[in-house]
């Protein structure tokens, strides 16, 4: 059965650095998106992304944060310089007919 | 704005009992409903959905929700509930339009099953 990847599994960066979450959707899937979820909280929506371009992001997803499909198969979420309060479980998704399978995230950890 | 609310944070019960978890939602027009199932260390496992049609949908694992919309309640049911069933579930609702698959998501609510 296809399934939304997503590496590294875990990420330990220091507060300032650039990182970069790595995502293969499902092939045929047209629609892409990043949640994150700090601990103990709900999973919160950051970006949707859809024929190359954000469709809708929320407030959270300032200018620190960038999306892009590099290729025909990768989706990434980058953070130019992270803040501690950036550490979070982040899921990738996609979407097909409005199921939208869920990657099993990556631990970002600031220190 | 959409909106969830999941009443119960943590709720406890015998294995082979019957389990309902709540869900409440906010939303203009006609919701898409989504409940999902988090294991810890996991991702996010789609276990059914409403689009429209029966508001009695059934899902994997044996579950099932009942969509009522004169209580805007989507509320989740398993009439035997098995250990392997402790898990973390998380009630969604998802937009349309211009928002397409954007899920909201409720705080989510702990199962713990006893033997």
């Known amino acids: 059965e296809p399934e939304v990847t997503q590496t590294p599994s875990h990420q330990v960066t220091q507060m300032g650095q650039e990182v970069i979450l790595r995502c293969v959707p499902i092939?045929?899937?047209?629609?892409f998106y990043w949640y994150r979820q700090i601990l103990g909280q709900k999973v919160e929506f950051l970006v949707s992304?859809?024929?190359?371009?954000?469709?809708?992001k929320s407030e959270i997803f300032d200018d620190q944060f960038s999306v892009e499909r590099p290729d025909g198969s990768n989706f990434t979420l980058k953070i130019r310089s992270t803040k501690l309060e950036d550490s979070a479980m982040y899921f990738c998704?996609?979407?097909?007919?409005?199921?939208?399978?869920f990657g099993p995230g990556t631990r970002l950890t600031v220190t | 704005a959409q909106s969830v609310t999941q009443p119960d944070i943590h709720i406890t019960v015998s294995e082979g009992a019957s389990l309902e978890l709540r869900c409440n939602y906010s939303?203009?027009?006609?919701?898409?409903l989504f409940w999902y199932v988090q294991s810890p260390g996991q991702g996010l496992q789609l276990l059914l959905k409403?689009?429209?049609?029966?508001?009695l949908v059934q899902g994997i694992k044996g579950f099932e929700a009942e969509f009522k919309r004169s209580q805007s309640s989507f509320n989740l049911r398993k009439p035997s509930v098995h250990w392997s069933d402790a898990a973390e579930y998380f009630c969604?609702?998802?937009?349309?339009?211009?928002?397409?698959?954007?899920?909201?998501f409720g705080q989510g609510t702990i199962l713990t099953v006893h033997p």
């Open positions: 998704a996609s979407n097909s007919y409005y199921e939208q399978y």
């Open positions: 092939s045929n899937h047209l629609y």
């Open positions: 992304f859809y024929n190359n371009e954000i469709s809708e």
């Open positions: 939303y203009g027009a006609t919701p898409y």
């Open positions: 409403y689009f429209s049609g029966d508001t």
């Open positions: 969604a609702v998802g937009a349309g339009g211009t928002s397409y698959g954007k899920l909201t």
